[in-house]
């Protein structure tokens, strides 16, 4: 029985198909390709019940995944991260039935792990001796890892502005960092300008290879699963390049098509932060495709992009499931990043929190309903933007003496 059942790729704009087994960018067109498999014979080949009794981390969905060969396979242990019940702020939000999927317990602190895992498996996997990115921090820490953990050299070019442990887990990976004095698409510059320089490099800039998309992806399986093989009504997710969402839309239909799931959608929601909100713009005018914003700034650093390759296809997931797409401001998603440590214990990370923040003005507006059970995707770990806490701030500042309560 084949490990992966990969057949080909598929341009997302002309549905043309491509080799799937040569290294791969975007299609001619330069839009993404989607990584596509067959479907009908995975289903003869393994069942939900398989599937129970496999390791707990994302490679328990070896069939629809890209990687031909089980050897290939690098792994820090990712995947299979808690789907938590958020009873104290559902419950104040109006949402009773809110759970959060925990993202910030996986390798590396963030849900770039996943993409990272099965991209660097199958550049691997393809030949490719180095990997080169430009990223907004969190890509291109987990990128450079799992490169040194496959023995593959890595080129990373972020934002000076990035959260600093990002750079320093490319900097103790062995990576080269370049630290650039602008946004992610000046760090795309110089990559794509350094890759044909550089022998057996691929270029993994997002959704300029098709493999990353298959790792993150497997969040919409793991949700599927985790609820006993059903959808909820409304996923929440903290959008940048949108690989996640389009990902998790991806991995829906395709477990229909496999028939692990009956025909109901959960309405997708793009949450992005004010500070830059294209797809939210793109949606409030109902186009397909999004318009970058002339200036982009954010606490929420990982969702800063301003132009996505895949925007349509979010747009698609988002207008296909009858999702939404809604902005909140830096303080709106700092409020909602304390409420929750303080009613839930959990530190999450400024991106998820706008989720968190984008949940109560859905309520609001009654686009959420009481009855409504809601997943927000948390995509990191707290404790990887320490300077979102604020010592200084009143509340948190206490000196000598200890008062007796
Ligand atoms: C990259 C990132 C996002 C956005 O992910 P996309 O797939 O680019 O939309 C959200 N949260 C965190 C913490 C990130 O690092």
Redesign the pocket.
Known sequence: MPFSFLSHLECSRTGARFDADAVSGTSPEGAPLLARYDLERVRGAVTPGDIAARPPDLWRYHEVLPVRSPEHVVTLGEGMTPLLPMRNYGGRAGVPRLLMKDEGLIPTG???ARGAAVGVSRAAELGVRGIAMPT????GAAWALYAARAGLAGLIAMPADAPPITMKECQVSGADLYRVDGLIGDAGKLVAAAVPERNGYQEVS?LKEPYRLEG?KTMGYEIAEQLGWRVPDVILY????????IGIYKAILEMQELGWLGPKLPRLVAVQATGCAPIVDAFERGARESVPPADARTVAF??T?PKALGDFLVLDAVYATEGTAVAVTDEELLDAQRELARLEGAFI?P??AACFAALGKLRESNWLGEEDEVVVLN??AGIKYPETVDLDAPLLARTEPIPSD
């Open positions: 963030s849900f770039k907004n921090g969190n890509a997002t993150k903290p959008t940048g390049g949108g690989v996640g969402i990982g969702i992009v990370c991106e998820g995509t990191g």
